[in-house]
């Protein structure tokens, strides 16, 4: 089963930042954060991930607390193609399959 | 960009026959992973593949499924007698996944073969 929580729906501006919360108070010292997204029914896309420190590619940015019980994914510049469903996934550094949950569906508005 | 490739895109397939979904990896990935979504639900992992063997599967993968990895490049799924339930998308990815490595590599996906049982 998955490990996090996220909001079944958010709705972002666009243009604005979009700001995606998860919850994973029970991960352990050696789980990674991983974000992906899907499309329509596309396959899922990687976006980010990270394990203690902060994140930024040119996608996203991820941000970690301190104690690694939550983290938020940001998309600087949301636009109408970021609508999608946003997995937070943890994922222990050893093991190489990843469990999806149910996710975040973020709908960009015009 | 490399990039994982599936097909068919969509196959059509009648109750009980045999279908073989095709799959490419990434060239320098190591690990191999099927996954499906049945429409409407989440995405489950079916099975991962690492060495040529299967390093871990799920319950859904049973005795109907197998995979293989006939050459250097393919990696296939096999459902042998297909079911009205087994119409899904169907999700093939690699991993870099270096065991030495400390990295820990992300999952890249296909887009899906959309397998339609009537």
């Known amino acids: 089963d998955a490990k996090t929580t996220q909001p079944p729906s958010m709705d972002c501006a666009e243009g604005r930042a979009a700001n995606l919360p998860c919850n994973h108070s029970?991960?352990?010292?050696?789980?990674?954060v991983y974000w992906y997204r899907q499309i329509h029914s596309q396959g899922p896309q990687y976006i980010i991930h990270g394990l203690k420190n902060n994140e930024t590619n040119e996608m996203a940015s991820l941000i970690i607390t301190e104690d690694r019980k939550s983290s938020t994914l940001i998309l600087p510049h949301a636009t109408l193609r970021d609508t999608a469903v946003y997995y937070c996934?943890?994922?222990?550094?050893?093991?190489?399959?990843?469990?999806f949950g149910k996710g975040t569906r973020l709908h960009i508005l015009p | 960009e490399p990039e994982v490739t599936q097909t068919p895109s969509h196959q059509v397939t009648q109750m009980g026959q045999e279908v073989i979904l095709r799959c490419v990896p990434i060239?320098?990935?190591?690990?191999f992973y099927w996954y499906r979504q049945i429409l409407g639900q989440k995405v489950e992992f079916l099975v991962s593949f690492y060495n040529n063997e299967i390093s871990e599967k799920s319950e859904i993968f049973d005795d109907q499924f197998s995979v293989e990895r006939p050459d250097g490049s393919n990696f296939t799924l096999k459902i042998r007698s297909t079911k009205l339930e087994d119409s899904a998308m169907y999700f093939c990815a690699s991993c870099w996944g270096q065991p030495q490595s400390s990295y820990n590599s992300p999952l890249h996906f296909g887009n899906g073969t959309r397998l339609t049982v009537t």
């Open positions: 029970t991960i352990s010292g050696n789980e990674y």
């Open positions: 996934i943890v994922r222990e550094g050893r093991d190489d399959k990843i469990i």
């Open positions: 060239s320098n990935h190591l690990y």
